[in-house]
């Protein structure tokens, strides 16, 4: 059974910053990207960023490019988004996810975690 298990969630002031981890178990992730999404209150939920199982290809949103960055470790299968410079607008619960390639659709899902950013 697939778990994806988010960490580092919490509460912070603009302009700060927090780092998401999320574990992954339950199967072989060789060749799986790894993403993250997010979804305010009141609203769908987005893509916030992905990477694919070698680190070599990244795709951010465009709202948090240069301000986010992702990155995995194969070893521990974990992904992380160090969120950095954050704004009001960036609270959300944010989601990871993992799909089993470029054109597959993220099919397992975390249970999130909250990060809240004060003004």
């Known amino acids: 059974q697939v778990q994806l298990v988010e960490s580092g969630g919490g509460l912070v002031q603009a302009g700060g910053s927090l780092r998401l981890s999320c574990a992954a178990s339950g199967r072989t992730f060789i060749g799986y990207y790894m993403g993250w999404f997010r979804q305010a209150l009141g609203k769908e939920r987005e893509f916030v960023a992905e990477?694919?199982?070698?680190?070599?290809?990244?795709n951010y949103q465009d709202s948090v490019k240069g301000r986010f960055t992702i990155s995995r470790d194969n070893a521990k299968n974990t992904v992380y988004l160090q969120m950095n410079s954050l704004k009001p607008e960036d609270t959300a619960v944010y989601f990871c996810?993992?799909?089993?390639?470029?054109?597959?659709?993220?099919?397992?899902w975390g249970q999130g975690t909250q990060v809240t950013v004060s003004s």
């Open positions: 990477i694919n199982w070698g680190g070599g290809v990244k």
């Open positions: 996810a993992v799909k089993g390639g470029d054109y597959a659709n993220y099919g397992y």
